[in-house]
């Protein structure tokens, strides 16, 4: 005798789901707020730059391209971003690899420290150059200094003339230090994703720390290392505060202070503090910064 056999029955009445549960009017309602919140804050004032750029024509605009400023603020933007970007690019790369493969002590502190340049205004990171690298800063020129932190610095910045703040170093600097965290920021999510096991099995059969970068690592990375390069240039080509600080505003003129007394200090942000402190005597003279 065999067995009865079981029958199961299917039910009649099989209920779909969708994926999300909104009612129509929610979803629509949520698109048309991102769809009005990017309209004014993205397309808008793109729209007004380029309108305000042609307001008198096309050939107006390429006209100031042949002002001898304007193309003095685009080379030291493309050499500022020049220097920048494939340093960040390099300090990215590193930082992510050594936190996402490895622990080790300190590694919170170095997330930290890389998210910082997000926390801090780029205002008050040029404040912070001009006050490391000014006249009397630590690592200034110390001009009328009665004790200079590093003697042999300030002897070396004068015998050579370099200069860093109201400089092209100080702006490079700035650059690079607003903008380091995007290239490092994209990876590290990226690689802990990935893990750890493709790197493991390339160093079991013999491969070096060079052939697992190259071989193993690179390709996985590469998407994400592109991205963070993109927003790396993005915003050191379009950075300005921590640039206007530390470069001093001043277009095609070299600016030179000195205080008379030396209890203030000589190291100031812009011109617009001279009537509050009359020991300033400034000299300017023709030749570009």
């Known amino acids: 005798m065999t067995p009865a056999a079981t ?3 299917t039910p009649h009445h099989v209920v779909h789901r969708h994926t999300t549960s909104e009612p129509p009017f929610v979803r629509r309602a949520l698109i048309g707020v991102a ?3 990017l309209s004014l804050f993205l397309f808008l004032p793109l729209v007004f730059v380029f309108t305000q750029a042609f307001a008198k024509g096309i050939g107006f605009y390429f006209e100031t391209l042949r002002d001898p400023n304007a193309w003095s603020a685009i080379k030291l933007t493309l050499l500022a971003a020049a220097i920048a970007v494939p340093l960040n690019c390099v300090f990215g790369v590193c930082a992510a690899w050594a936190i996402a493969k490895f622990d080790f002590p300190g590694k919170n502190i170095l997330l930290t420290l890389i998210d910082l ?6 205002v008050i990171a040029g404040l912070i150059y001009v006050l490391v690298f000014g006249a009397q800063g630590w690592l200034g020129l110390y001009l009328n200094a009665d004790n200079p932190h590093f003697p042999w610095l300030q002897n070396w910045l004068n015998d050579h003339n370099f200069k860093i703040i109201f400089a092209v170093p100080g702006i490079v600097l700035a650059t690079i230090f607003v903008t380091f965290p ?3 920021r994209e990876l590290i999510p990226l690689m802990q994703a990935q893990g750890r096991s493709e790197e493991e099995a390339a160093r079991v059969l013999g491969a070096s720390g060079w052939q697992t ?3 193993v690592t690179l390709p996985n990375i590469k998407w994400g290392l592109i991205y963070g390069v993109i927003l790396c240039n993005a915003r ?3 950075e300005f505060g921590a640039v206007s600080v530390v470069s001093g505003k001043f277009a095609g003129r070299r600016i030179r202070f ?5 209890r203030f200090m000589t190291t100031i942000i812009s011109p617009a503090h001279l009537p509050w402190r009359r020991c300033w005597r400034f000299s300017r003279s023709s030749r570009s910064a």
């Not at 340049?117 to 780029?122: I, K, L, M, N, Q």
């Not at 000195?258 to 030396?262: A, G, I, K, L, N």
């Open 35 to 37: 769809l009005v919140f």
């Open 117 to 122: 340049p997000f926390s801090v205004s780029p």
């Open 236 to 238: 050191a080509m379009g």
């Open 7 to 9: 029958t199961f029955h």
């Open 182 to 184: 995007f290239v490092a």
């Open 213 to 215: 970068f190259w071989r």
């Open 258 to 262: 000195r205080c008379t007394s030396r």
